[in-house]
């Protein structure tokens, strides 16, 4: 078994705040987060996948394949967006870095499969200082 990651970074815009909840508990809970006129992060986005070599390549997947599968199912996608307005499959979630981890796994999971290779770590730098590793 081997492992591989390949590094993108994108730049978005979001909110933290929950429609059902007023702004004193929305502040309260997210604080700055809940600004209402929003803020923004210089996001890295590592995306690791698993699997055996192929013995004919020596890859387990062309990184170049695995750039645009990135770029086309999240990176164009979040790019210079806004997370909470701009995003289709961030729709009606809260755009923590937690749940952005999680649904961009449902963007990559099923096209790095057809690869035969199996995606095993999405994992987003939010800052420098804080991160996030989702398994699936």
């Not at 499959?89 to 499969?113: C, D, H, R, V, Y």
């Amino acid at each position: 078994m081997i492992y591989i990651t390949r590094k993108a970074s994108f730049n978005a815009a979001h909110k933290l705040a929950r429609t059902d909840w007023d702004d004193d508990k929305n502040n309260e809970v997210y604080g700055k987060c809940a600004n209402p006129n929003w803020h923004g992060h210089n996001y890295w986005l590592y995306v690791t996948v698993k699997g055996e070599v192929n013995p004919e390549t020596g890859f387990l997947v062309d990184l170049k394949w695995l750039k645009d599968v990135m770029n086309d199912y999240v990176v164009d996608k979040v790019d210079h967006k806004n997370l909470n307005l701009d995003v289709d499959f961030m729709k009606g979630k809260l755009a923590s870095t937690e749940n952005l981890a999680i649904e961009i796994w449902k963007q990559l999971e099923a096209p790095i499969a057809e690869s035969g290779a199996i995606l095993h770590c999405v994992k987003i730098y939010e800052t420098e200082n804080n991160f996030v590793e989702y398994f699936g």
